[in-house]
Nanobody, 117 residues
Framework: QVQVVESGGGLVQAGGSLRLSCAASGSTFRINAMGWYRQAPGKQRELVANIPRVGSTTYADSVKGRFTISRDHAKSTVYLQMNSLKPEDTAVYYC???????????WGQGTQVSVSS
């Protein structure tokens, strides 16, 4: 089992920045990819960015050039640096961690990001 805990959300003005953190604990040696998803009111949860243990990162088109995902393998922690925030980035941001089998996924509780215009 893996536990995932997010932190770093908050309220920011448009154009501002926030940094989200996500720490995994438990059987972290079994984790391949970690990623960030978001869900805005009335919308489906969508991928924001994903970073595997080995390989390339993936970003949603809407955040390319503004958001950067990074990972500290030693700490089993993933970060999401969000710059040039827009009101449409307002959502609950969830972190997940996926085992190498690709089927076992653990989710955090989510952290609210609100961007005012």
């Amino acid at each position: 089992q893996v536990q995932v805990v997010e932190s770093g959300g908050g309220l920011v003005q448009a154009g501002g920045s926030l940094r989200l953190s996500c720490a995994a604990s438990g059987s972290t040696f079994r984790i391949n990819a970690m990623g960030w998803y978001r869900q805005a009111p009335g919308k489906q949860r969508e991928l924001v960015a994903n970073i595997p243990r080995v390989g390339s990162t993936t970003y949603a088109d809407s955040v390319k050039g503004r958001f950067t995902i990074s990972r500290d393998h030693a700490k089993s922690t993933v970060y999401l640096q969000m710059n040039s925030l827009k009101p449409e980035d307002t959502a609950v941001y969830y972190c997940n961690a996926a085992y190498f089998d690709g089927r076992t996924v653990f989710w955090g509780q989510g952290t609210q990001v609100s961007v005012s215009s």
